[in-house]
């Protein structure tokens, strides 16, 4: 069956350091991989999209890899602040029409 | 410029009773999606409206239905509501239809059906 795990349901990292969030997948051939946040209560924000040629995406503190051979990505947070304690999603597309989400990793950077 | 707007933020029904959603996308988006989020199922695809017209639908029961009007606004309706339908229910909108680009989500409607 087709599945998409992320590697842990809460992750906790200290101020300052670089959080390294696991997203693996099962049974898909991804054209296109989207991280998002998402805060309690809110709706997901984008953060990144990598395509399936690419193997690595960067935006400010932000970077994305993407290993089609291994079936995974991996999203880091590098100088982590409190500001970025939320929920992070990894979703991925076959075909570009519709997003596949994994079910979340709770981010907590402790001061 | 306003974001994607949704109403209502929140509300309760009845099993058996039907709700209507609505969503604004951003101005100058054509695409609009749906997606349901509860916390066992994580958030799942219900359908995508690209110029009124349905582009995709997602693995739900008839129940759940949409539109999409000239204006680039859209509903979804849930008809005889069953206590497995309480979620939050996101819309997203975007320029193109798919997801080659970022999608906009607004912040859902919270639906509790008692």
């Known amino acids: 069956s087709q599945k998409i795990e992320q590697n842990s349901e809460a992750l906790n990292i200290q101020e300052g350091k670089t959080a390294t969030l696991t997203c693996n997948y099962t049974n898909y051939s991804p054209a296109y991989l989207q991280w998002y946040r998402q805060d309690p209560g809110r709706g997901p924000v984008f953060l990144l999209l990598i395509r399936e040629n690419e193997k690595e995406k960067r935006k400010e503190r932000l970077k994305v890899t993407f290993d089609t051979t291994l079936k995974q990505s991996l999203f880091h947070i590098t100088a982590s602040q409190p500001a970025d304690s939320a929920t992070y999603l990894c979703a991925l597309s076959p075909r570009g029409d519709n997003l596949f989400f994994g079910t979340g990793t709770r981010l907590t950077v402790i001061p | 410029k306003a974001g994607v707007t949704q109403t209502p933020r929140y509300l309760i029904k009845t099993r058996g009773q039907q709700v209507t959603l609505s969503c604004s996308p951003i101005?100058?988006?054509?695409?609009v999606s749906w997606y349901q989020q509860t916390p066992g199922q994580g958030l799942q695809f219900l359908f995508e409206y690209f110029s009124e017209t349905q582009r995709n639908k997602g693995n739900f029961p008839g129940r759940f239905s949409g539109r999409q009007f000239s204006n680039s606004r859209s509903e979804m309706n849930v008809s005889t509501l069953e206590l497995g339908d309480s979620a939050l229910y996101l819309c997203?909108?975007?320029?193109?239809?798919?997801?080659?680009?970022?999608?906009?989500f607004g912040e859902g409607s919270r639906l509790t059906v008692l």
């Open positions: 101005s100058g988006h054509r695409s």
């Open positions: 997203a909108s975007s320029s193109f239809p798919g997801v080659s680009g970022e999608l906009f």
